[in-house]
């Protein structure tokens, strides 16, 4: 619908008009229903919303306060093509309003538009904010400073564990944002929706339809205790151009990426472009040097990104924009087990472990004793760092904490 840009091939393109101000968005004196209304109208996009709202702020005060009374050749003044002109007329009657307010109620979704106190702040802030955004559950999560967790679909065991395990400890005190893909996504999205701040599933597609199937379960549970948002209008017919604009939505909400395994041309990569250009942080959970899951993803530290091993490593870097957390404050009972009981060994890793209870050794005396490929011994001892059991010296000499 409106969200597909204006005749273009569906690619996230640069903007070709400059960014308009919230105080011009509301100098012109258009109604968040007329907003919505040129938001859903066939062949209008993004670009075409901010033409039309950069000509009403030049034109002054309350210039498109009856954008519902205006002719096919006011909006044609204004820069727009003859059939774009005719169907926002089509598209502001009382009737294609009253239209369009039935089929949102029936499908029991929720709107915020850029001219609501309600719309998420640092969304804002970015070069080509969304008009409008549709949603389902707790809006006052996109309110909440959080970190987006985007890699590939084809997650390794490793990828998918963590992820899940970053995105339970980060929604401890931030919110969790992801896409709803298959894989690294659907970690992500598991592990925070139980957290104290839970987690944000931004489709690409309308809210009302969950994509891929599959995750139909844990996109009613986000629904249920989290929130589900869209710049789609309902009944959008999905289709690859709408992924890169739902990634910059990611980018937008989030204080950085963190990104989990990426191949060289993985979509996960276009979020982490999006959040550099948006002056956000990028984070990379380590990977495997030799796998090409990990290659796109591991580049970004000749970037500046971050390496993270779990949320501690979050925690630092924003330890001055996060809500105070007191000790005596308990955490969420399903993280519990933090203050207990290290996470056990498995029985690879007790046995590198147990190597190493009697001195400290390179990978390569591990390599030989264990009789572990370097590739695969390189992933244990990167899960006994993430677990605090071990600790590398220089050298790549490993010794028990």
């Known amino acids: 619908m409106g969200v597909y840009e204006d005749g273009d091939s569906g690619q996230h393109q640069k903007e070709t008009v400059r960014t308009v101000s919230l105080e011009e968005a509301r100098l012109t004196g258009i109604g968040r229903d007329a907003l919505i209304a040129l938001h859903e109208t066939d062949g209008v996009g993004r670009i075409s919303i901010a033409t ?79 008009w409008v955004l549709y949603y389902k559950g707790d809006l006052r999560l996109a309110h909440h400073p959080a970190i987006a967790i985007v890699g590939t679909r084809l997650a390794t065991g490793y990828g998918r564990k963590m992820a899940e395990d970053v995105a339970k400890g980060c929604s401890r005190r931030m919110t969790v944002v992801s896409g709803l893909a298959r894989g690294i996504d659907a970690a992500a999205h598991s592990g925070a929706v139980r957290g104290r701040y839970g987690t944000i599933a931004v489709l690409a597609g309308s809210v009302d339809y969950c994509y891929p199937p599959e995750n139909k379960a844990l996109y009613r549970d986000i629904s249920e205790n989290g929130l589900i948002l869209s710049e789609s209008p309902p009944d959008t017919v999905l289709r690859p151009g709408l992924f890169p604009l739902r990634n910059r939505i990611i980018a937008g909400l989030s204080y950085g990426v963190i990104v989990v395994e990426a191949a060289r041309r993985s979509g996960a990569l276009i979020t982490a472009d999006l959040a550099l250009g948006y002056d956000r942080d990028i984070f990379v959970v380590p990977g495997q040097a030799t796998s090409p899951r990990s290659l796109g993803a591991l580049e970004y530290f000749r970037k500046g990104a971050h390496p993270v091993l779990d949320e501690t490593d979050i925690f630092e870097m924003y330890k001055y924009r996060l809500p105070f957390q007191s000790s005596a404050e308990p955490d969420d009972p399903s993280n519990s087990k933090r203050s207990g009981e290290p996470d056990p060994l498995t029985g690879e890793e007790l046995a590198i472990y147990e190597i190493l209870l009697e001195q400290p050794c390179s990978i390569d005396d591990l390599a030989v004793q264990s009789g572990m490929t370097f590739g695969h011994l390189h992933s244990v001892l990167l899960s006994l760092l993430i677990k605090r059991r071990i600790h590398q010296q220089p050298g790549s000499v490993y010794h028990v904490l």
Not at 81 to 94: D, G, P, W, Y
Not at 105 to 121: K, N
């Open 52 to 130: 039309i709202l950069l000509y009403g702020a030049t034109r002054g005060e309350g210039s498109l306060s009856r954008a519902n009374r205006l002719l096919a050749q006011d909006w044609r003044d204004m820069g727009l093509f003859a059939k774009q002109s005719a169907a926002i007329v089509a598209n502001l009657t009382e009737e294609a309003e009253n239209r369009r307010k039935r089929r949102h109620a029936a499908l029991r979704l929720s709107i915020v538009t850029y001219l609501d106190d309600e719309y998420p702040e640092l969304l804002r802030q970015i070069s080509d904010p969304p």
